[in-house]
């Protein structure tokens, strides 16, 4: 017997595991709603599924070149590099790209820059003030900058822009459509994007979890269909869990979650572990089913260790391993920072 789960937008938690009859009855009730089980590739829309009477719905039609439909631009794009990447991202006549502010590195000169309200999802024809409005309130709560830049191919033939992380890392290139629409990401995360992704707010419901979660009560939600390049800090590994499997994370390792995976926190066992351990007092548990990324290096934990070996009041930092201390700093060289 098959055990579902779904994720009906807008709401929390997802609703599972339900038998074969419950689950039909669900996904009549709720034809938004996405649906999951044992043995399918990702979340898939359920009216979309034959199983509760849909069909593969057809690949919809693009929008016009230049136009602003609701689909993401279907734009080409190149990783480069290893500890310090970047993404290099190559435009056709009329596709767009969105970026964060401060995220360029290099562009061709026919890729013209403009700065948008927001995120970009609702430039030109596609929404009114109000949608740019909120749109961009959005982004000051998750801590982003009120705008945006859109970099549009206003030539002929091919050209390239590219948008390099803040900190070393990884850039992780993401399809939306194959992520079930939606995913949820730590804070500050979104590099940049095809034309058409929307950069939202997801609210952690949990007070434990906002309070201990090591991303706080707000997160990013990405939305759309196109694709999204996330930055993060160090390597990072991909996990697909299955349905009610569990994995305790470090609260600041949690990159990026799949709408249907449920993050909540709990407390490290034993008196001795939680106050000696080093890993603080609350684990981030990612219960499945669906995808997580996890990431080595948070920032706060790079910049904790930067802060503690800068010279403190001014001074000359402690020498690491030199017996003769300050003495033995006169022979290291250029020893300024």
Not at 69 to 76: K, P, Y
Not at 125 to 146: C, H, N, P, W, Y
Request: with cysteine; glycine share 16%; aromatic share 8%.
């Amino acid at each position: 017997m098959s055990q579902w789960y779904f994720h009906n937008p807008g709401q929390a938690d997802r609703v599972g595991p339900l038998d074969d009859e419950a689950a039909r009855r669900h996904a009549q009730a709720h034809r938004n709603a996405l649906a999951w089980r044992e043995g399918m590739r990702g979340w898939q829309p359920a009216a979309s599924l034959p199983e509760f009477g849909g069909q593969a719905a057809p690949p919809p039609t693009p929008p016009p070149v230049g136009g602003h439909g609701n689909r993401a631009d279907d734009i080409d794009f190149r990783i480069v590099g290893h500890e310090m990447q970047f993404v290099e991202i190559e435009l056709d006549p009329g596709e767009s790209a969105i970026a964060e502010a401060g995220a360029l590195m290099f562009k061709d000169a026919s890729v013209q820059m403009d700065t948008v309200f927001g995120d970009g999802s609702h430039s030109g024809q596609g929404g009114g003030f109000m949608d740019k409005l909120l749109a961009a309130g959005k982004r000051v709560i998750t801590g982003e900058s009120l705008f945006a830049t859109l970099y549009t191919h206003v030539g002929q033939g091919k050209a390239k822009v590219a948008f390099a992380a803040p900190y070393p890392g990884t850039v992780i290139p993401m399809k939306l459509d194959e992520h079930g629409g939606t995913l949820i990401c730590q804070k500050d995360s979104f590099l940049a994007g095809a034309r058409g992704v929307q950069v939202g707010v997801h609210l952690q419901r949990k007070v434990m979890t906002g309070l201990f979660g090591g991303e706080g009560f707000i997160m990013q939600k990405l939305e759309g269909d196109g694709w999204v390049f996330v930055h993060a800090g160090g390597c990072v590994v991909e996990r697909e869990l299955a349905a009610g499997e569990r994995i305790d994370v470090d609260t600041g390792c949690v990159v990026a979650y799949h709408a249907g995976v449920d993050m909540d926190v709990r407390r490290v066992a034993g008196l001795k572990s939680m106050f000696f351990g080093g890993e603080g007092v609350f684990l981030a548990t990612l219960t499945g089913p669906g995808k997580v990324w996890l990431q080595s290096l948070p920032f706060s934990r790079l910049a904790g260790r930067m802060y503690a070996a800068a010279p403190q009041g001014g001074g000359q930092g402690r020498g690491e391993g030199s017996v003769l201390g300050g003495l033995g700093r006169i022979l290291d060289g250029d020893n300024r920072f």
